[in-house]
Every structure is written in C-alpha cells, then in structure tokens.
C-alpha cells in the first residue's frame, strides 16, 4: 500500500467491479461538461473562450481531451495531440493535465497520464514531453518521481502585442 492507500482503495473498487473510466470528450457537450475541471489548472479562461479554442484546437492540431470518472464523477482531465519537432521527433505533448483538488493524491492523475503514455504506444509515439509552471512544485515531484520523467529544458514565452 502507499502511503495515500490508493492500491489497497484500488484493489477493494476493483473487486467490486468498480473502476475510474476513461472517457474521450469528442462533442462540444462533452468538452463543456469538463469546463469546471479545467478551470482548476486554466484560471484565466471563461467557458466560452475555453470551448472554442478546444474545438479550434481539435480541429486543426489533431489536439485529444479526455477525461477519468469514478463514480459517474468526473475526476481529472488531460488534453495532448501530437507534434513533430526535429527535437523530439513524433511525439506527444501533454497541454493541460488536471486533478480536481478534492480528489488529488489519489492515483488519479497517473493513472490518467498513464493512458496516454498506453494510447501513445499504440499509435507509434515514443515520446511524450510536457511543461508545468514553475511554481508547481508538487507537480515537478509528480512527473518526476512517481511518473519518471525527465526535466531537460526550460519553457520560454513573449508576449507580443498585436
């Protein structure tokens, strides 16, 4: 067991045929119905503005969102879509990962991740990289220690006024 008793919580849900499911978020219903999840991590973006970009986002960069329920509750959600740099190759960049706050600590976010790292496989993908602001500490300790990725780069940005 450790030390949140996620294996052992885990295991008892197992044997009763009760398990957090993966669900894709394909219709803009869907995608909305994730909008109080992702405004845990995307706290500058309204509901309409977080919508369009999605659906922008889906169309146009092959962008994936998905989500993990237990219980018919929606936990946490990931969003992803596939690159080509000549850095990485073809590989899978990890946008947005979120575990509502009540629910953290619970495996919900590995297992989460996990399933893409699985749907990367099966589609040939070798690699999946991601960023995380740098005040998010936990979540530095989280991507390193329990789902062994390696930091090997800053994140720049600029805005530029247009």
């Known amino acids: ?3 949140h008793g996620y294996h052992e919580c885990r295991n008892r849900r197992r044997e009763m045929g ?3 499911q993966f669900v894709w978020l394909e219709t803009e219903e869907e995608v909305r119905s994730a909008f109080p999840v992702m405004r845990e991590l995307r706290t500058h973006l309204d509901e309409e503005t977080y919508v369009a970009l999605v659906r922008e986002a889906q169309e146009k960069e092959g962008y994936k969102l998905a ?3 237990d219980q018919d509750k929606m936990v946490a959600v990931v969003g992803f879509m596939p690159m080509i740099t000549l850095y990485n190759g073809r590989f899978i960049w990890v946008c947005d990962l979120v575990t509502t706050s009540a629910e953290r600590s619970k495996g919900y976010g590995k297992a989460l991740l996990s399933h893409v790292h699985e749907w990367a ?3 040939g993908y070798g690699i999946v990289s991601l ?3 740098l005040q998010r500490v936990d979540a530095h300790r989280f991507y ?3 789902m062994e990725y390696q930091k ?3 994140v720049f940005l600029k805005r530029l006024s247009i």
């Open 1 to 3: 067991m450790d030390k």
């Open 18 to 20: 009760v398990m957090p």
């Open 67 to 69: 989500a993990l329920y």
């Open 121 to 123: 496989k099966e589609q």
């Open 131 to 133: 960023s995380s602001g």
């Open 144 to 146: 390193e220690e329990k």
């Open 152 to 154: 090997v780069s800053y």
